[in-house]
């Protein structure tokens, strides 16, 4: 019996990877998204919100295998580029920890030569990280209750 391994994609050196306790900056992920070929760079920013269905929510936690989220940030830079070879630069930064409302808790940016090829490589990179990256989050309630969210839920709500 032979087993076969792939081996591992190696990031590109312009695009840039993170999973941090420290806060996110817009600025910081722009400029690492940009280049003098882009025509557009699109940053998707997920924040905090202060509810959920309606329950008010306080704070979420964020937690990640962080090996693995990183070989899936690397897939998804990979696969940006099959489906849109244009593609300059690719950020993925995540943050993990407690985080309050209105702090921020992803931010994806894609740098590109045209605005559509950006546009739909962002939301494939957001879309793909929640259904893919081993990140959880717990829902930490106004009422001193806390709830982990379901991976399944993504499927239902992305």
């Not at 280049?35 to 008010?56: E, H, I, K, Y």
């Not at 409302?101 to 950006?118: D, Y």
């Not at 962002?122 to 829902?139: G, S």
Request: charged residues 20%.
């Amino acid at each position: 019996m032979t087993t076969t391994f792939t081996a591992p994609i190696k990031p590109r050196v312009e695009d840039s990877f993170a999973i941090t306790f420290a806060p996110l900056s817009l600025e910081e992920v722009y400029a690492k998204a940009d280049a003098p070929a882009n025509g557009a760079v699109v940053v998707m920013s997920g924040m905090v919100r202060n509810n959920t269905d309606g329950q008010p929510v306080v704070a979420l936690e964020y937690q990640a295998y962080e090996p693995m989220a990183m070989r899936v940030f690397y897939q998804i830079a990979a696969d940006i580029r099959t489906f849109w070879p244009d593609v300059q630069r690719v950020v993925i930064h995540h943050r993990i920890g407690r985080l309050q409302v209105g702090e921020i808790s992803v931010l994806v940016a894609v740098g590109c030569p045209h605005r559509s090829e950006a546009f739909e490589a962002c939301r494939y990179a957001i879309d793909t990280l929640k259904h893919n990256a081993p990140i959880w989050k717990k829902e930490h309630w106004q009422n001193g209750s806390t709830t982990w969210v379901s991976i399944g839920a993504c499927e239902q709500n992305c």
